[in-house]
């Protein structure tokens, strides 16, 4: 393919996030002139944020698995992870002054712990004068001519250019400039919009007032099972070995069950949030478009419930004096303990000894079945990742192109492209921003390839 004289090859990135960012500095690298638009006044907004302000980069699972954990879109990403993957970013952000840390889970994250040291790098990256970044610029559209971007259009007037990326980002987080900009850019130039829903994000529960009761109760090795129909449809005496979920391998999970993973989560005067429950909210968010969505938890995972039995029936038997509420208050959490006592429905004041082996049977099923009905997430904008995006087949994943606009280029959320936690949503914005800047700069088609 003839290249294109660099006086008509200016490259205008929209959006200096950690995809934009990625994309401009290595579109600058190449030799192109580059143009980053931010509308904030600051870049890396949401990347100061990310992972609690400690910026969760990227983590240690092979590649295999890695793509596992984006569903079946993640095969889309195999060709800018054999670009530019994790050892690439590690020795891209050691190079400008950035070591890192792996915990024992996998994620790896700036040794620091400070997510402003990895804005920093990438700063450093763009290098002084290769980047012009002008913040507080919005991008109101993008204009094409002849099945080609010409340029973009802002408050302060057009900017001609041969190849423009988006790097928008979702549309959730809103304060940090995730406000959906790119799929309406994107849309207007012909692309389809895949459905955008909220992932990784809380849900609010029927139970309304058992929510505001247990508020603020952390669990940790709990397992959440989420489930089609309405709680009261769910077998309390369920038993799941297994986990299923995105990510967790094959198999598929019993009928009528959407996932069941265990993890850590924490009661809101909503409902429901934490790590676990961010996990499984987008299969719950999907599932609820079809139907009502319920949860169960299970406080003792690791004991069956025939276990559970044994022991209820043997601390009831060596202290049948105390009473049941007595007895319940040695087994959980001081939080929880009123709230079981209404849900299993038998008198606290009752002592042990004449506890029945039905009321026994009830406490059990309540500590490995406690019952939700799923009236909905929090908004998209209380979301971690938007869900959904320009549809994936209109993008060559080779060169992050557009197949239908010559000269546009997509990195990151804006695609429909979302993992679960753990650093594979950062890396997929710096490794299609990576690839998206290459070919942006030194042309498209078969150089990529």
Known sequence: MTRVEMSERRVVVVGAGAGGLMAA???????????????????????????????????????????????PNGRFLYRAFNRFFRPELLALLAKYGVRTSQEPDGRIFPASGDARDVLAAL???????????????????????GGAVKGVCTGD?????????????????????????????AAGLGHSIVELRPALVPLKVRQEDLARSLQGLSLSGVRMTSFRGPAAHIDPNTRLRGQWGRGLGP???????????????????????????????????????????SVAMDMEP????????????????????????????????????????ELTGIPPGKPANQISAGEREITVQTLKCLRLDIAGPLPLASATVTAGGVALDE?????????????????????????????????????????????AATGTGEAGR
């Open 25 to 71: 500095s290595r579109a600058a690298e190449m030799g192109a002139e580059v143009l980053l638009l931010e509308k904030m006044e600051q870049p890396g907004r949401k990347l100061l944020i990310s992972g609690r302000a400690r910026c969760n980069l990227t983590n240690a699972r092979e590649l295999d698995d890695f793509i596992a954990m984006y569903g």
């Open 395 to 439: 993008i060559d994943p080779y060169t992050m192109e557009s197949r239908l606009v010559r000269g546009l280029f997509f990195c990151g959320e804006v695609m429909n492209l979302d993992a679960d936690t753990g650093g594979y949503n950062l890396q997929a914005a710096f490794s299609t921003g990576y690839v998206a800047g290459e070919q």
């Open 123 to 145: 700063q450093r990256y763009a290098g002084p004068g290769r980047v012009k970044l002008l913040n507080g610029s919005k991008v109101t559209s993008i204009e094409a001519a």
């Open 157 to 185: 007037g057009v900017f001609p250019a041969g190849a423009v990326i988006l790097a928008t980002g979702g549309a959730s987080y809103p304060g940090t400039g995730s406000t959906g900009d790119g799929y309406r850019m």
């Open 302 to 341: 690791a004991s069956s419930h025939e276990e559970i039995d044994i022991r209820t029936r043997q601390v009831l038997e060596a202290h049948g004096r105390r009473t049941y509420r007595t007895i319940i208050k040695e087994m959980l959490p001081p939080k929880i303990i009123e709230p079981f006592l």
């Open 251 to 293: 198999g598929k999970p019993p009928a009528g069950v959407i996932e069941s993973r265990i993890g850590d989560m924490v009661f809101t005067h909503f409902g429901v949030s934490g790590p676990l429950i961010l996990l499984l909210s987008l299969g719950i968010v999907d599932a609820l478009k079809e139907g009502p969505v």
